[in-house]
């Protein structure tokens, strides 16, 4: 019995680092991106902003990540405005099945099951 709750234990631990692993977003930098188009593009479709600025790429809080000219920056927005871009465009991959959640809650159940049916049978 004791083999299996240090199994059940060793897989919640496991399934639970990957799982936090998975929802960590990886900080980005300026260096990151080769060109000024790539990081607005980052910028623009994660609605980034002075104010909303995960990964710090607007280190002068002016609203512009990673020195882009504000001139630039416009008219990246009016284009993106002009091509539909703020309105009905698919919506982020956010969502994940997280599957490994799942079969840890699975787990705990299992090892509530087991520990009743014993205790039932000890008892008796």
């Known amino acids: 019995m004791k083999k299996w709750i240090m199994a059940v ?4 631990l496991v399934s639970t680092m990957f799982s936090v692993g ?3 977003q990886a900080d ?3 260096g990151e991106f080769t060109t ?7 910028w623009y479709s994660n609605g980034y ?4 600025d995960p990964h710090d790429l607007d280190r002068d809080n002016d609203g512009l990540p990673c020195e882009v000219s504000k001139g630039e920056y416009d008219a990246y927005v009016a284009n993106k405005k002009a091509a539909g871009g703020t309105t009905g465009g698919t919506l982020p991959n956010t969502a994940t099945n997280n599957v490994p959640m799942m079969l ?3 787990g705990i159940a299992g090892m509530g099951l087991l520990l ?5 049978k000890v008892n008796e």
Do not use: I
Request: hydrophobic share 55%.
């Open 116 to 120: 009743v049916l014993r205790r039932r």
């Open 49 to 52: 902003s002075a104010t909303n």
């Open 36 to 42: 000024h188009q790539a990081v607005m593009d980052f």
């Open 9 to 12: 234990l060793v897989f919640l």
């Open 104 to 106: 840890a809650g699975a």
């Open 28 to 30: 980005r930098d300026c």
């Open 22 to 24: 998975a929802l960590a």
